[in-house]
């Protein structure tokens, strides 16, 4: 599905138009006009066909790898009258020319929503910034033991992207994981330790302290993304201190 969605994006980034050759003469694009006001009511699948279900799903999947793009309603409008343009033909610049730029513009925005998301988790009430730049905020008290860097921890958690996409959860295996706490990222290994069992905390990880260049295979975490973990201490298994 990861392959699927990528290979959209590459087409929706790069497409020239198969109708380019003979078809009329390029026009300037105009400039995007104002967004709207207030935004269009929500699509009710139940009310499409199976074929327009499907045409939203590919859109809805396209959508979730433009997001870490941050457009404003005013750059949307610009890249879908692109997207238009090149199916019709009428594009009048050749995509595959500006891919460093597009490449260097998604780091960009990307850098930029991070950033954001460390800003304002800084500023949540309880909100402890650690030397690595670790947003901690406490979000239920526990009432057991802290973890030892050495121990190893179950938890349940959510991970999530700046932009509210969920890319993990414990949730959906139905049981709590167990992990040795020197054996995750570092945002995991420092926030986790200020826990204390039955607590539960928000993790605002920078990209260094996450996974850094190299995501996991098949994920949908872009290198150098800042990441979000909502986590629950539920026990440290083993631990024999009295």
Not at 85 to 91: F, Q
Not at 167 to 180: L, M
Request: charged letters at 20%; glycine letters at 10%; aromatic letters at 4%.
């Amino acid at each position: 599905m990861r392959t699927m969605r990528m290979a959209t994006l590459a087409l929706v980034l790069g497409a020239t138009g198969a109708h380019a050759q003979g078809g009329a003469p390029a026009k300037k694009a105009e400039p995007a006009a104002k967004a709207p006001a207030t935004a269009p009511a929500a699509v009710d699948p139940s009310e499409l066909t199976e074929d327009q279900q499907t045409i939203y799903a590919l859109g809805a999947s396209v959508g979730k790898d433009l997001s870490l793009f941050a457009l404003t309603p005013e750059e949307v409008q610009l890249l879908q009258r692109g997207m238009t343009d090149a199916m019709a033909g009428t594009a009048n610049i050749e995509p595959k020319e500006f891919a460093p730029k597009i490449q260097a513009f998604a780091k960009s925005r990307q850098a930029q929503a991070g950033n954001a998301a460390l800003i304002r988790a800084a500023k949540e009430p309880g909100a402890v910034k650690l030397p690595s730049g670790v947003i901690y905020r406490e979000t239920q008290a526990g009432t057991g033991k802290s973890p030892r860097a050495t121990d190893t921890v179950k938890v349940h958690y959510e991970g999530r992207l700046v932009d509210g996409a969920i890319f993990d959860t414990s949730a959906k295996r139905g049981i709590p994981v167990e992990f040795p706490l020197n054996g995750v990222i570092p945002c995991w290994t420092q926030g986790v330790a200020r826990m204390k069992v039955g607590g539960k905390a928000k993790l605002t990880c920078p990209g260094d302290t996450a996974y850094g260049e190299r995501p996991p295979s098949g994920s949908r975490i872009p290198p150098n993304a800042v990441l979000i973990f909502d986590v629950e201490l539920v026990s440290i298994p083993g631990d024999t201190r009295q």
